[in-house]
């Protein structure tokens, strides 16, 4: 009770000084170039100086604050990976050595890079599939809806959820996962599947997928509506299938918003954490790069040198698609 009541107060008083901020502000602006019982022309200088500054009273904070939270840790993780596990004693590039010389790095890095390859591509896929098929049946919201459930579930959760679909019993004991009970039904031999090297990786692949395909259909189903009608009508009435509207006409009009879907995705692949931390923790090789650096960072002992660069070189894979996606869309925003 006494968390609930601090939490509450935080956010009232959170809300008042913002609220606070908003008229004092304001207030100390329009002292600053008044406006009233002035000549006309510093009356249109003054409101032509408030008009700049006020924006940048609402932004700036924001800014300020976005800017520490954003370059402050690159930069102190960058000073960090040439020092040792303890951050003090400076190291030079023995911790980039230790990187690029580690078994458990390359690991890390193949199974990141398989799942940039099917996460994504899979999402996206089955985005666009069922903001396809939804549009056209009367009970789409209904299917939407139960789709995009998973995305209000926490990584956690949903592992949480897949663990008891891939359960494994051994001992004869009855198989309570939906998997295993399924394989059983048919005459198979259960299995502890999240063991099995190589295929486990992409059973987690499978939760990300469900949580994320979500998020895919409902961007999509919006640019599928903003496809104009006469395209499509001028496509049936020159004969074209389904499959041809679908992937000569549809397709390539939502082309760019099916870029931004999968590179918002691939991002988020990129800094996967949760579910595998739930799942297997990173053994039976499935240990991802986000993992291995809470691991260096804040297990064994702590070693603030190697989880550092660890945390490099996770930075220096997103920054080329965030850089790609950002070009993209002022590419876009230009051609309107």
């Avoid at 399924?182 to 486990?200: A, L």
């Avoid at 496809?227 to 390539?252: C, H, R, S, Y």
């Amino acid at each position: 009770m006494a968390q609930l009541a601090s939490a509450l107060a935080i956010m009232i008083m959170g809300v008042l000084g913002c609220a606070a901020y908003f008229y004092g502000s304001n207030f100390l602006l329009d002292k600053l170039f008044p406006t009233k019982n002035r000549p006309y022309e510093q009356i249109a200088r003054n409101l032509r100086t408030a008009n700049m500054v006020r924006p940048w009273l609402f932004l700036g904070p924001a800014v300020l604050l976005l800017t520490f939270y954003l370059f402050y840790p690159v930069i102190d993780s960058f000073r960090l990976s040439f020092f040792d596990r303890t951050g003090d004693e400076f190291v030079g590039l023995s911790n980039y050595v230790w990187l690029f010389g580690s078994d458990e790095f390359f690991e890390s890095f193949r199974n990141n890079m398989l799942w940039l390859i099917v996460v994504p591509t899979a999402a996206t896929f089955f985005g666009l599939i069922i903001a396809t098929m939804t549009d056209r049946i009367w009970w789409g919201n209904i299917a939407k809806s139960l789709i995009f459930m998973p995305m209000a579930i926490s990584f956690i959760g949903a592992s949480v959820i897949w663990k008891f679909i891939y359960d494994f019993r051994s001992g004869g004991d009855a198989q309570i996962g939906l998997l295993n009970a399924i394989v059983v039904f048919f005459g198979g031999e259960p299995q502890n599947w999240i063991t099995i090297p190589f295929w486990n990786n992409f059973f987690l692949m499978i939760i990300l997928v469900w949580i994320q395909t979500g998020f895919a259909m409902v961007i999509l189903s919006a640019a599928l509506r903003g496809i104009p009608d006469e395209t499509i009508e001028a496509a049936v009435l020159d004969g074209a299938n389904g499959l041809q509207i679908f992937f000569k006409i549809m397709v390539p009009q939502i082309w760019g918003t099916i870029a931004v879907v999968w590179t918002t995705i691939t991002i988020l692949v990129l800094k996967v954490f949760d579910i595998v931390l739930a799942m297997t923790n990173g053994q039976w090789d499935t240990q991802v790069l986000a993992n291995q650096m809470f691991d260096w960072m804040f297990r064994g002992g702590g070693d603030f040198g190697r989880g550092a660069v660890v945390a490099i070189v996770i930075m220096v894979l997103v920054i080329p698609i965030m850089i790609w996606n950002i070009k993209r869309a002022n590419a876009e925003m230009e051609g309107r």
